[in-house]
């Protein structure tokens, strides 16, 4: 079984940094695509960001600049520094991931999220 776990999340000014962390755990062999994505109240589920196994980034317009996504593949561990926040930012964000898994099955996982608060 996999599993991912995110962590990070909390309350943070305008103009202020948050980092979230996604670790993934299991039996697993590789992961191909790591992505976060978030949804806000009201609003459909949104991608932000994906990286590559070999590193390979997208972002989303609106966070292009202020977000950096990473990963380090020998943790299983995937990170999303987020710079500059503003409150529409404010969301429950969820790590996302294709992963092998040892019995050569691949399957798509979502973490629980974690919350995301921008406000003076």
């Known amino acids: 079984q996999v599993q991912l776990v995110e962590s990070g999340g909390g309350l943070a000014q305008p103009g202020g940094s948050l980092r979230l962390s996604c670790a993934a755990s299991?039996?697993?062999?590789?992961?191909?695509?790591m992505g976060w994505y978030r949804q806000a109240p009201g609003k459909q589920r949104e991608f932000v960001a994906s990286?590559?196994?070999?590193?390979?980034?997208i972002y989303a317009g609106s966070v292009k600049g202020r977000f950096t996504i990473s990963r380090d593949n020998a943790k299983n561990t995937g990170d999303l520094q987020m710079n500059n926040l503003k409150p529409e930012d404010s969301a429950v964000y969820y790590c996302n991931a294709e992963i092998w898994q040892l019995s050569q099955s691949r399957g798509d996982y979502w973490g629980q999220g974690t919350q995301v608060t921008v406000s003076s």
């Open positions: 990286i590559t196994s070999i590193g390979r980034t």
């Open positions: 299991g039996s697993i062999l590789s992961i191909n695509y």
